[in-house]
T-cell receptor, first 114, second 117 residues
C-alpha cells in the first residue's frame, strides 16, 4: 500500500536558520503530494501541495518540489521564524477514483528558538 | 464562512461505553473523511464518504467502529464498547467531490479528543 516516510523530530533551530524536512513516499499510482502544518493548539491546515512531477508548491516562504525520480517531496524554508514552530506532516492522496484519501507521514516537530 | 466543526471537543468515557462523535462539514462539500491521530499510530485514515455513501471504509480498525452520514452533510462516528486503545484525537475533514484530474484540498476540523479510562 501507499506510505510516507519523513524525518523524525524534534528539530530545534535558531531563528533565521535554514530548515529542511525530508519526505519520501511509495505509491501504486500517481499521487498528489501535500505538506500540512499543525500549530500548537490548532487544527491541521494545508501548507502547500503539488499535483504532478516537477511541480513546486510554495506558501509562507516554504517550498517543496515533487521529485518523481527520487519519490521525494522535501520541505524547505530559507529563514525560519519563531512562529514557524509547529508539527509538519507530509502526505499523499490516492487518486480521485479512490476518493483522495490522505496517507500521512509520522510528523516532524519543529521548534524555532529566538 | 464557517469551517468544519466537530463536537464534542473533548470526551472522557469509561471503558465499555459507547460514544458518538459528530462532524459538520463545510457547506457544499460532498466528500467527508474521518481520520484518527494517536501517539502510537500517527495520523490514519478511517472512512470516506461521498454524499451519504461510504465507498471506502478500509481504515476502520474493528467492527466496533461505524459511521454514517445523513442529508449529505452531518456525519457521526460511533465507537461501541470503547477500549483504552481507542483514546486518540478524531479528526474530520471535508472537500469538494474528487474529480478526475483534480485533487481538492481537504479542510480539517479541530478534532475531538477522546479519552477512555
Amino acid at each position: 500500500g501507499d506510505s510516507v516516510t519523513q524525518m523524525e523530530g524534534p528539530v530545534t533551530l535558531s531563528e533565521e536558520a535554514f530548515l529542511t524536512i525530508n519526505c519520501t513516499y511509495t505509491a501504486t499510482g500517481y499521487p498528489s503530494l501535500f505538506w500540512y502544518v499543525q500549530y500548537p493548539g490548532e487544527g491541521l491546515q494545508l501548507l502547500l501541495k503539488a499535483t504532478k512531477a516537477d511541480d513546486k508548491g510554495s506558501n509562507k516562504g516554504f517550498e517543496a518540489t515533487y521529485r518523481k525520480e527520487t519519490t521525494s517531496f522535501h520541505l524547505e524554508k530559507g529563514s525560519v521564524q519563531v512562529s514557524d514552530s509547529a508539527v509538519y506532516f507530509c502526505a499523499l492522496s490516492a487518486p480521485p477514483a479512490a476518493g483522495n484519501k490522505l496517507t500521512f507521514g509520522g510528523g516532524t516537530r519543529v521548534l524555532v528558538k529566538p | 464562512g464557517a469551517g468544519v466543526s466537530q463536537s464534542p471537543s473533548n470526551k472522557v468515557t469509561e471503558k465499555g461505553k459507547d460514544v458518538e462523535l459528530r462532524c459538520d462539514p463545510i457547506s457544499g462539500h460532498t466528500a467527508l473523511y474521518w481520520y484518527r491521530q494517536s501517539l502510537g499510530q500517527g495520523l490514519e485514515f478511517l472512512i470516506y464518504f461521498q454524499g451519504n455513501s461510504a465507498p471506502d471504509k478500509s481504515g476502520l480498525p474493528s467492527d466496533r467502529f461505524s459511521a454514517e452520514r445523513t442529508g449529505g452533510s452531518v456525519s457521526t462516528l460511533t465507537i461501541q464498547r470503547t477500549q483504552q486503545e481507542d483514546s486518540a484525537v478524531y479528526l474530520c475533514a471535508s472537500s469538494l467531490a474528487p474529480l478526475r484530474g483534480s485533487s481538492y484540498e481537504q479542510y480539517f476540523g479541530p478534532g475531538t479528543r477522546l479519552t477512555v479510562t
